[in-house]
């Protein structure tokens, strides 16, 4: 199943379409390439409703500010909880911050 067919199949041929210009990291500055796209997760336990959507306050993250992203992360991170994230989740929805693989790990 591809869940994302706007960034192309999750295969070698990924390099072609993750570009500098499609698919550079959010963060205000960084030149990088991102390594993720940020997704939000968030799954409320009275009403069963499921939420797994892209993360429009930050949609792309590069690795090193993926790995900031998570160590700076404050909150508890049980079911339903709002998480302050330095770089995702600028709204403050109730969930998580995910992160999908878009470069193969040896790149970036
Ligand atoms: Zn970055």
Redesign the pocket.
Same mark, same amino acid.
């Given at each position: 199943m591809r869940v994302f067919p706007e960034d192309g199949p999750l295969a070698l041929t990924q390099s072609a379409v993750v570009t500098h210009e499609t698919h550079r990291?959010?963060?205000d500055g +960084?030149?990088?390439l @991102?390594a993720y796209r940020v997704m939000l997760y968030d799954f409320e336990p009275i009403g069963g409703t499921v939420r797994f959507e892209a993360d429009v306050s930050c949609p792309y993250? +590069?690795?090193?500010? @993926?790995a900031d992203n998570e160590v700076q992360a404050r909150g508890d991170r049980g079911t339903h909880a709002r998480v302050v994230y330095p770089y995702t989740n600028r709204g403050g929805e109730h969930g998580v911050s995910l992160y999908l693989d878009l470069l193969p790990a040896d790149t970036a």
């Amino acid at each position: 199943m591809r869940v994302f067919p706007e960034d192309g199949p999750l295969a070698l041929t990924q390099s072609a379409v993750v570009t500098h210009e499609t698919h550079r990291c959010t963060v205000d500055g +960084c030149p990088n390439l @991102a390594a993720y796209r940020v997704m939000l997760y968030d799954f409320e336990p009275i009403g069963g409703t499921v939420r797994f959507e892209a993360d429009v306050s930050c949609p792309y993250l +590069c690795r090193e500010h @993926a790995a900031d992203n998570e160590v700076q992360a404050r909150g508890d991170r049980g079911t339903h909880a709002r998480v302050v994230y330095p770089y995702t989740n600028r709204g403050g929805e109730h969930g998580v911050s995910l992160y999908l693989d878009l470069l193969p790990a040896d790149t970036a």
